[in-house]
């Protein structure tokens, strides 16, 4: 069993700061740095970088319309590093980010390529958008990069394009399905589904749409919309004249979500017809901004920073304690820092000499309590973990998602 001891909040190894004021490693990183250069300017190949420290390189969308998720992944990563020292037994763990702006297949593709070939990276992880984790998987694939996968969440694509990837966020198909079937289980007859048209959007119509109607519901209609800037009343006005017993609808992005649920309550279709969705509607950090109308909404998801655990209290304590009183973790931030956790151990396993295959083969049956509940790695390289249904209550004043129902070990089926 390859049980992780890093995704606890206890402190171990040796503090950020201790590492980062050793004059004797700074002197001999500088030296590598030189070494390598010069290498590079005489026409030969770089050194692979000195056994006692592994670079990660993290891309990500940490400017742009995204970059309220790209932030809490970065800050998770800060944040482990914080908690647990930069050191994974004696290795140090250097990050090093590129911003690839939003959703830039292109960008991501470069950005790997330059990472491996010139900064020497021997892991590759980020990805919050599936189409550019997608445009990164060859580059894993043709230089033998573990690429940790800490959020694209396109149902088959992630894990299939490489044998390099290992994902730690979250499938569309482990979100849609067990919504489906609760909603079947509550006596709701029919659905419009709203999706935005792009992979996780498709993924999660799929995946809803058989559950639900395997369960004997009727999908009454459906529609995509635009990934940005949609005015959604023309789309709910259809919605509407299927006289529907619920609608499912998935945000790609938060503004997004509260784009659509005020014109849902502007048109009074809140009286007549259940509102469910995937997390993302309610994630924490556009909650607050819902306002009391989001109070009743009904998601699913692998986490919520309400979550009711030991793990999770302190993983949010010191989400807090670093961020501020108001901050709260989400998904994203959580992913990340699974990612981070699993990093953290393969490196140590491996004594910092990294392999693609023998990491990728140490992190499948990969084992932790994460601050969302139970994860582990499955032999494809895929993420399985509790998922829940929520509802939007109001606790101590402030919106929450609070978990009434939980389908445990839920994997991915590849297809």
């Not at 993983?315 to 699993?342: F, Q, S």
Request: glycine letters at 10%; a neutral charge; one cysteine or more.
């Amino acid at each position: 069993m390859k049980t992780s001891r890093y995704p606890s909040t206890d402190s171990c190894g040796s503090p950020l700061g201790q590492s980062a004021a050793r004059p004797a490693r700074r002197r001999f990183g500088a030296t590598m740095v030189a070494l390598a250069a010069g290498v590079l300017l005489a026409g030969g190949s770089a050194p692979s970088w000195a056994e006692d420290v592994v670079r990660v390189g993290v891309i990500g969308e940490f400017s742009g319309v995204f970059s309220i998720y790209g932030q809490q992944s970065r800050r998770a990563i800060e944040l482990f590093q914080k908690e647990h020292g930069d050191k994974a037994g004696n290795i140090r763990v250097e990050v090093l980010y590129r911003d690839t702006t939003g959703l830039n297949p292109e960008v991501s593709r470069r950005a790997a390529q330059e990472l491996v070939t010139r900064e020497h990276v021997q892991f590759l992880a980020g990805f919050g958008l599936t189409p550019n984790a997608l445009a990164v998987a060859p580059v894993a694939t043709q230089t033998k990069t573990p690429m940790v996968v800490m959020n694209a969440a396109a149902t088959v694509f992630v894990p299939t394009r490489s044998p390099y990837i290992v994902r730690f966020s979250l499938s569309q198909q482990q979100v849609a399905e067990p919504l489906a079937q609760w909603a079947a289980k509550q006596g709701i007859k029919s659905v419009y589904i709203i999706v935005p048209d792009y992979a996780p959007g498709i993924d999660v119509e799929k995946y809803f749409s058989g559950a639900f109607t395997a369960a004997g519901g009727k999908v009454v209609g459906s529609v995509k919309t635009p990934l940005g800037g949609v005015e959604y009343a023309p789309y709910l006005q259809r919605a509407a004249a299927a006289e529907p017993d619920a609608i499912f609808f998935m945000s790609p992005s938060g503004d997004q979500g509260l784009q659509f649920l005020k014109a849902f309550r502007a048109r009074g279709m809140d009286k007549d017809i259940k509102l469910l969705s995937t997390g993302e509607l309610t994630d924490e950090v556009v909650l607050d901004s819902l306002g009391d109308d989001a109070i009743g909404l009904i998601t699913s998801m692998h986490y919520s920073a309400a979550h009711d655990s030991d793990e999770n209290r302190k993983y949010v304590a010191a989400w807090k304690a670093a961020y501020g009183e108001n901050e709260r973790p989400n998904w994203y931030a959580t992913g990340a820092w699974d990612g981070m956790a699993a990093i953290y151990h393969t490196v140590e396993k491996l004594g910092g000499k990294i392999d693609g295959d023998k990491a990728v083969a140490e992190l499948k049956g990969y084992k932790a309590q994460s601050p969302r509940g139970p994860i582990s790695i499955d032999e494809g390289r895929d993420i399985v973990q509790n998922m829940y249904i929520r509802r939007v209550e109001k606790v101590d004043g402030r919106l929450a998602n609070i978990e009434f129902e939980t389908i445990p070990n839920v994997g991915t089926r590849q297809e």
